[in-house]
């Protein structure tokens, strides 16, 4: 098994409080979608989604389930794989070759996991489908397809199993596909039908992807819609498992595949909703599962979902402060996909951040770094902490590298456009004398902010400026009788009497900062050891003030 961080946790910084990351897509290390959530007697909760195969060849190439489980939303095991399709003995081998482990389910019954899977038995595959059935002692092991496939099933081709277990104990069975949906008690075998499937009534366009699950007596059916913009996830209300359903709307708006999948489930006293997304790849063909926290109206009825996304954290974990300056190249980690989308996959100069995708130069006559080669469809994430409530005006020093060419770019703050999305304009200019863009009126509340910066074509990218209309921040010289010792013989000073989290920059007598740190009660100490004797400037900036003093390194 192997354990990973779905958060990015960092140091205390300037908020008084731990930063960190969104947690969204919570896996990242292979492709997955169709997620179905369950908790179990464990005490943990598990997931169990499909996995597109990469490099993607399209919804023919779906293959290996894993199985996820959590205990706090945020560390999650990888359990490894359960099942593939060379496991399936019922499932022929199809004409071209195809894996079509598409949308699995699991239930637990009577000392018994079942994992239920959909897949073809023959060609042509979208007209030959079956649900079959993988069976184990253990919720995330252990699984044997057993040889058959669900019993009493008509041949009409509809995917998505979906298994609900009721408070006394009855499990029913779900499915459905080409706007159809259809819903049946099981028997206790958990492998047959018990009686002929139902229709679902009352639901207003359903395509796939069906979820059934129960809260204060009432029964919830979810689903994919055929929304054009992407599928919706809507549901519907019942007083009976199978209903007639009443359709109550949409809890989930499209998100960035072109498909969508769901599953509600409660843990720990709080609701979460499960769905995919395309944000770690950018194409619909392979997917990333997410979760977040899903709220009821009074009346029961579901309120929509805040998709929340990572959009990655500042660069060497030093929050940036506005107003203020960010140069370009100090854009987010955290990776493509999460802090930044980048077409070219590192093909072009990188002398600064090697690693990574984003293209960064270096202009050494004026020994600077700058961020080039952008093209549309390209972003980068700056996360800063904003010091009051201002409207604030952006600078921009930037330039298209070819002469005669005009390329814009907008901006999103905190996953949203602002108010007036303009395209701004960047025209020619050389390395040598950059041009500057002014935005104005970013109306932004004091706190952490993420700023996604968009380009739409080809331009160099220096630095930008934050300023407001008032003047909060207030520069106040200090006695140096607040940092001791002060001189330091062995370069080591000590920061008393900081009451919330403060950022120090130390510079030397050219000004060239040598020492950036994040101070608060628990450590509050800078190490100049390593430097050479002499005289150094340190600024200390909290949420208020700047204060101002000289170390002397002895």
């Given amino acids: 098994m192997r354990l990973y ?14 930063l960190f990351a969104q947690k969204n897509p919570i896996v990242r290390d292979i492709y997955t979608a169709d997620p179905s959530g369950h908790v179990w007697a464990d005490g943990r909760l598990y997931v169990y989604p499909s996995h597109d195969i990469d490099p993607p060849r399209g919804c023919d190439l779906m293959d290996k389930y894993h199985v996820y489980s959590t205990t706090d939303m945020v560390n999650w095991t990888d359990h490894g794989q359960i099942v593939e399709a060379s496991d399936v003995p019922w499932a022929q081998p199809l004409d071209d070759n195809g894996k079509f482990m598409w949308a699995p389910d699991c239930a637990y019954h009577n000392g018994k996991y079942y994992f239920y899977f959909p897949h073809p038995n023959k060609s042509p595959w979208n007209s030959n489908w079956k649900i079959g059935i993988a069976v184990s002692d253990k919720p995330a092991s252990g699984f044997r397809v057993i040889d058959t496939t669900l019993v009493g099933l008509p041949d009409s081709g509809e995917i998505d199993p979906c298994i609900f277990t009721d408070d006394d104990g009855q499990a029913y069975f779900y499915y459905g596909g080409g706007g159809h949906c259809y819903g049946a008690k099981l028997k206790e075998n958990m492998i047959e039908l018990d009686g002929a499937l139902k229709s679902m009534t009352g639901l207003s366009d359903f395509h796939e992807g069906t979820w059934v ?22 549901y519907a209300m019942s007083s009976n498992p199978l209903g007639p359903w009443s359709y109550k709307g949409v809890y989930l708006s499209p998100t960035t595949s072109d498909t969508s999948h769901g599953s509600v489930v409660e843990y720990n006293g709080q609701w979460w909703a499960f769905y995919h997304t395309a944000d770690l790849s950018g194409t619909g063909l392979l997917r990333c599962i997410c979760v977040d926290s899903l709220f009821f109206n009074l009346d029961g009825t579901i309120k929509m979902v805040k998709q929340t996304k990572d959009q990655g954290f500042p660069y060497n974990n030093i929050m940036p402060m506005i107003p203020g300056t960010i140069e370009a190249e100090n854009y987010n980690q955290g990776g493509q996909g999460i802090a930044y989308w980048d077409n070219t996959n590192g093909n072009g100069p990188n002398e600064y951040r090697r690693s990574e995708d984003v293209d960064i130069a270096r202009y050494r006559p004026a020994n600077m770094y700058y961020v080039t080669d952008m093209s549309l469809g390209e972003y980068i994430n700056y996360t800063f902490e904003v010091l009051n409530d201002d409207v604030y005006t952006i600078n921009f020093v930037i330039g298209t590298p070819q002469s005669g060419q005009t390329q814009k770019f907008y901006l999103e703050f905190d996953n949203a456009k602002t108010s007036n999305p303009k395209r701004y304009d960047v025209s020619y200019t050389t390395l040598t004398s950059l041009g500057t863009v002014t935005v104005p009126n970013i109306k932004l509340n004091k706190g952490i902010h993420t700023m996604r910066f968009m380009p739409q074509g080809n331009m160099n990218f220096d630095k930008f400026t934050f300023t407001g209309t008032t003047s909060a921040v207030e520069n106040v010289k200090i006695s140096s009788t607040l940092v001791s010792p002060n001189p330091a013989r062995d370069g080591i000073f000590s920061v008393k009497n900081i009451q919330i989290n403060a950022l120090a920059t130390v510079s030397d007598v050219s000004g060239k900062i040598i020492l950036k740190k994040a101070l608060n009660q628990q450590d509050n100490t800078l190490d100049l050891s390593r430097y050479a004797r002499g005289i150094y400037f340190l600024k200390l900036q909290t949420n208020e003030i700047i204060y101002e003093t000289k170390l002397i390194n002895k």
Wanted: without cysteine; positive net charge; aromatic residues 20%.
């Fill in 5 to 18: 961080k779905i958060l990015f946790f960092l140091n205390l910084f300037l908020s008084g409080q731990l």
């Fill in 213 to 234: 699950f129960k809260r204060n007596g009432i029964y919830y059916l979810t689903y994919a819609d055929n929304n054009a913009g992407g599928n919706q996830l809507r």
